[in-house]
């Protein structure tokens, strides 16, 4: 599966944005989807996961309750709703598919499909 991610862009302190990753070539609603990300300087970060029906989320406590992971397997995309941003959000955010059970964790390592990255900036 061949993964496109698009939306990132600079917004203020408090703002909002949606992410989008648009999946092509493989079986898109079989794939556990997950968002990462990587600051400056820094490893990269585990931010929201989600299974392929849609009902199953996970989300790194840095983001709960802030930011929101959903799908479309009939557009065989996925988002990420990211509110109340933080220079703290400041990164390159990726896209990943996984064929591995839901269970298996949300280490990168899991994760065989990345998108190219669409860089998210907050202002403060």
């Known amino acids: 599966v061949q993964l496109q991610a698009s939306g990132g862009g600079l917004v203020q302190a408090g703002g909002s944005l949606r992410l989008s990753c648009s999946a092509s070539?493989?079986?898109?609603?079989?794939?556990?989807m997950g968002w990462f990300r990587q600051a400056p300087g820094k490893a990269r970060e585990f931010v929201a996961i989600i299974g392929g029906s849609g009902r199953a989320t996970l989300y790194a406590d840095s983001v709960k309750g802030r930011f929101t992971i959903s799908r479309d397997n009939a557009k065989n995309t996925v988002y990420l709703e990211m509110n109340s941003l933080n220079a703290e959000d400041t990164a390159v955010y990726y896209c990943?598919?996984?064929?591995?059970?839901?269970?298996?964790?949300?280490?990168?390592?899991?994760?065989?499909?990345w998108g190219q990255g669409t860089q998210v900036t907050v202002s403060s």
């Open positions: 070539g493989g079986t898109f609603g079989n794939d556990n």
């Open positions: 990943a598919a996984s064929s591995r059970p839901f269970s298996s964790g949300t280490a990168d390592v899991n994760f065989n499909n």
